[in-house]
């Protein structure tokens, strides 16, 4: 079974830095898919950003950038010039290349901007 | 597109009595999952179905869950008889088979008294 880590409950940034939350994953298999998704106050779950693993170019998606390290199972997001409105939980999540199963979790980080 | 709509938003119950939450997926989605999210336990998948068929269940708790999708268009899930431990955000979402994208309804908020 495959598990994902996020190592940090809570971070907190002044606005305007740049930020990066780590996720770290482990699987046997070479064909999936990683994403990083935004959960605000309203609990809406927002897709961020994703990954396949057969990319070797990483995922960007104006100010949200990842850092995917497959040998090393690492997916990190970086958040440029992060403002109030990213404040929120942000969750990694693995996807099985084999078909259409669920995704895995990690369990949040706690992302606070401070104007 | 109305995204996945999930009803109600927020349900209050008595410990013992049936609750049924609701999912109506995107259309042209063909793959719909049930998730519960709690602070203990994160998000968790319950159940998932592929064209209306259920494909996983082993992340349903017990016997107390069930889950149904009688057309493409709708889905439930219900627990009976409910227990406070069940108090969680149940959360549906879908996609098609073939994309690796999910989208996500809103929630439904429980709580057993």
């Known amino acids: 079974a495959q598990t994902v880590t996020q190592s940090q409950p809570e971070m907190s940034v002044q606005e305007a830095e740049t930020v990066t939350l780590s996720c770290t994953y482990d699987?046997?298999?070479?064909?999936?898919?990683l994403f990083w998704y935004k959960q605000p106050p309203s609990r809406q779950m927002i897709l961020v950003i994703r990954?396949?693993?057969?990319?070797?170019q990483n995922a960007t998606e104006n100010r949200f950038s990842v850092n995917f390290q497959k040998a090393a199972k690492s997916f990190s997001l970086k958040i440029s010039d992060s403002q109030l409105g990213d404040t929120a939980m942000y969750f990694c999540a693995f996807r099985s290349g084999g078909g259409a199963d669920g995704l895995t979790f990690g369990k949040g980080t706690h992302l606070i901007i401070q104007p | 597109d109305a995204g996945v709509i999930q009803s109600p938003r927020h349900e209050v119950t008595e410990m013992g009595q049936e609750v049924t939450l609701r999912c109506k997926p995107i259309?042209?989605?063909?793959?719909l999952f049930w998730y519960r999210q709690t602070m203990m336990r994160g998000l968790e998948l319950l159940i998932y179905?592929?064209?209306?068929?259920?494909?996983?269940d082993s992340g349903m708790p017990e016997d107390r869950f069930s889950a149904k999708m009688p057309n493409a268009s709708f889905s439930t899930l219900k627990i009976q008889p409910s227990e406070p431990r069940d108090s969680a955000v149940y959360f549906c979402?879908?996609?098609?088979?073939?994309?690796?994208?999910?989208?996500f309804g809103s929630g439904t908020r429980l709580t057993v008294v």
């Open positions: 990954q396949e693993a057969y990319k070797q």
């Open positions: 699987t046997s298999e070479n064909n999936y898919y």
């Open positions: 259309s042209g989605h063909n793959s």
């Open positions: 179905f592929n064209n209306n068929v259920p494909i996983d």
């Open positions: 979402a879908s996609s098609r088979v073939e994309a690796y994208g999910y989208t």
